[in-house]
């Protein structure tokens, strides 16, 4: 995956966006390394995107972390950051795995899954 775009958009630009999707597969072109969500109001999208979830996205972009390691880098509870990796794996922004912490049990790595993420807001 090279790229995340979250975006507005209304209903018909999603179906319009899916069509032409859909046309391109049945001609079996190859697609962008790429994924769009939407979001029908600029409002919700910048409420669920807060600044403490684009700055966790942030933290993993270019590099998996533990939640731990997260919840010292950003300054937050360690409940408050584990919510906000649930909701973002929801939206599929962030995946997170376990492995094995010698000595420590086991942590939960949490990694983007593209190196870029673009998010456009259309007003209007």
Not at 33 to 45: K, L, W
Not at 108 to 117: F, L, Q, T, W
């Amino acid at each position: 995956m090279t790229k995340v775009v979250i975006r507005t958009d209304d209903l018909d630009g999603f179906f319009t966006r899916a069509k032409d999707a859909a046309r391109r597969a049945d001609q079996g072109q190859s697609f962008e390394g790429m994924v769009t969500v939407s979001f029908e109001d600029p409002q919700r999208m910048f409420t669920v995107l807060s600044e403490a979830r684009r700055r966790l996205m942030s933290e993993v972009m270019h590099e998996p972390k533990s939640i731990n390691e997260l919840t010292i880098r950003l300054h937050r509870n360690r409940s408050a950051i584990t919510k906000d990796v649930g909701m973002l794996e929801k939206m599929g922004l962030i995946v997170s795995s376990r492995r094995t912490n010698p000595g420590h049990g086991i942590q939960k790595m949490v990694r983007s899954i593209a190196p870029r993420i673009e998010m456009v807001a259309t007003l209007g």
